[in-house]
């Protein structure tokens, strides 16, 4: 489903990736692995089209989007890629429900259509009851779990999570993990996750190691 073949990404005279090729299948979840400054987040980055490559391409079924302009890309990351981070990112001023249906919004679905889909995830993820509160009247692992929904909400083809249990306690890492994979068993969902957390990188399908911008291991 995902391709990067040959990606070579520098800043300045630092080369941060080096001629990495790498394939994600449909509904697998991929954990990316390796010490501080080895390329993760960039490498996630360019996968989700924050960053573009200085040479190599990343084709989602098919369709290299580094030939994208920056408006293709940005209507293409609204539509077909969800991101998950370390701290969430929930937009304070906002219930729950209204941070799930932002990039539904975004993308040109009706209010309606947006509220009835971020109903039916919080339901899925057992955090109906929390519709209604802002992100100071919630736990770290709802305020969590509402970003996995708001990553959902357009049916993307991949979610990218950066550090996604950084910020949780054991119990609600656990229950996190628990989450991407019954959204995968649910949904066929589709995850490339960076962690250090080497009990999650353990539950994946398969585990990609960084070192100096290189790939050392599958």
Request: proline letters at 3%; a negative charge.
């Amino acid at each position: 489903m995902i391709e990067l073949e040959n990606i070579n990404k520098s800043f300045g005279s630092l080369q941060v990736l080096k001629d990495i090729s790498l394939n994600i299948d449909k509904g697998e979840i991929v954990s990316i692995v390796g010490p501080s400054g080895a390329g993760k987040t960039t490498l996630l980055q360019i996968m989700g089209t924050l960053d573009k490559p200085d040479s190599g391409s990343v084709k989602y079924n098919g369709t290299d989007i580094t030939l994208f302009n920056e408006k293709e890309l940005s209507l293409f990351r609204n539509r077909h890629i969800g991101f998950v981070f370390q701290f969430h990112q929930l937009l304070p001023e906002f219930t729950a429900e209204e941070n799930i249906m932002i990039p539904a919004l975004i993308s040109g679905s009706n209010a309606s259509d947006a509220k009835s889909k971020a109903m039916e995830l919080m339901r899925l993820l057992d955090i109906a009851e929390r519709a209604n509160h802002k992100p100071s009247e919630m736990s770290g692992g709802e305020k969590q779990r509402i970003a996995v929904a708001r990553a959902l909400i357009n049916n993307p083809d991949v979610i990218l999570a950066d550090e996604p249990s950084g910020s949780l306690d054991s119990r609600n890492r656990e229950e996190l993990y628990k989450l991407f994979f019954k959204l995968r068993q649910e949904l066929n969902q589709t995850f490339v996750i960076i962690t250090h957390d080497e009990s999650l990188s353990g539950m994946t399908d398969r585990s990609i190691r960084l070192v100096d911008g290189m790939i050392t291991t599958f």
